[in-house]
Structure formats: C-alpha cells, structure tokens
C-alpha cells in the first residue's frame, strides 16, 4: 500500500470564496486523482469512484472491494460535509481499519475540497 502524507501546498494563499470550488478541483486533482476518479461512470482506481461522493451510503460504489474496516464503520452512515471532514483530518476516526492512506491536516483545504466534491452531482 502506498503511503501517501501530503504536507506541502501549491498555492497556500487565502482564497476569495468564488474560487473555492476551483481550487478544490486542483487540490483534488493533484491529491486524490492518484487513487480516485471523480466523473459518472468512471473506473474504480485504488479507491473508489467518487462522483456524487456528498449524500452517498458510505462503502456503496458499485464493483469496489472495501476493507473489512470500511464495510464495518458503514452502518446505514451517509456522506455528509461532517463526516468527510472528520475522513479526511483521520481516516481512522471514521472507519478504524480502513485502507485508505492519505491525511489532510490543513482545515481550509479540506473546505476547499469539499466544496469541489459537492458540485459532483
Ligand atoms: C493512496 C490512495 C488514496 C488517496 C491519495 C486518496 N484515497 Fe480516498 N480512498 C482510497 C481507498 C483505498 C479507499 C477505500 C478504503 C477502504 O475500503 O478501506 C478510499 C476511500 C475514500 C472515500 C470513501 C468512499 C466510499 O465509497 O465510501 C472517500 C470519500 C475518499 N476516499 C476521499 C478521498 C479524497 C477526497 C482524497 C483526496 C483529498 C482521497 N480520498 C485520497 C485511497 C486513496
């Protein structure tokens, strides 16, 4: 499993909000596009599609293999704003067990990606 810490950041100036949904798109190209596709009907890659990821069951994309961890912490749970930040902060705290390797310690980019995930519908 390849272990993925991301510390550094592109372009770490404050955005004005217009540009929020813009500069999640590059922050979630450049971070998770390793791992996850985001448009309808793409492939699962080492993680699962992620196209309307904001109001989905948790570990429901079709044909993707879940860890143990992540089919255990699923529990009738939805993806919400919440709960994506808590994921992506610590994966751990969501689905203790899970496969996923990546953390996002910075609080205004993981706002900046949410908000991109969100306009995937
Ligand atoms: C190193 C590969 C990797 C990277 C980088 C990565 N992920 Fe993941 N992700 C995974 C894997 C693997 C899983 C499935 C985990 C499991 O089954 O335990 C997953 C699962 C998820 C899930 C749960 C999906 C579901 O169907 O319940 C979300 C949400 C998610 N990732 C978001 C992201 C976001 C957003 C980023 C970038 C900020 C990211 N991931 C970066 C590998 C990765």
């Not at 500069?23 to 979630?28: D, F």
């Not at 699962?44 to 994309?61: D, K, M, T, Y």
């Not at 689905?95 to 993981?110: I, K, L």
Request: aromatic content about 8%.
């Amino acid at each position: 499993m390849l272990a993925l810490i991301i510390t550094t950041s592109a372009h770490a100036q404050e955005a004005a909000p217009q540009d929020t949904v813009a500069i999640g798109k590059k922050l979630t190209t450049n971070n998770c596009a390793v791992c996850h596709t985001f448009g309808k009907g793409e492939p699962n890659g080492q993680g699962p599609n992620l196209f309307g990821i904001v109001g989905r069951p948790l570990a429901s994309e079709t044909g993707f293999k879940y860890s143990a961890g992540m089919k255990a912490a699923a529990a009738g749970k939805v993806w919400d704003e919440k709960l994506l930040d808590a994921w992506l902060t610590d994966t751990q705290t969501v689905a203790p067990g899970n496969a996923m390797t990546y953390f996002e310690g910075d609080e205004a980019r993981r706002r900046k990606i949410i908000a991109y995930l969100r306009t995937l519908h």
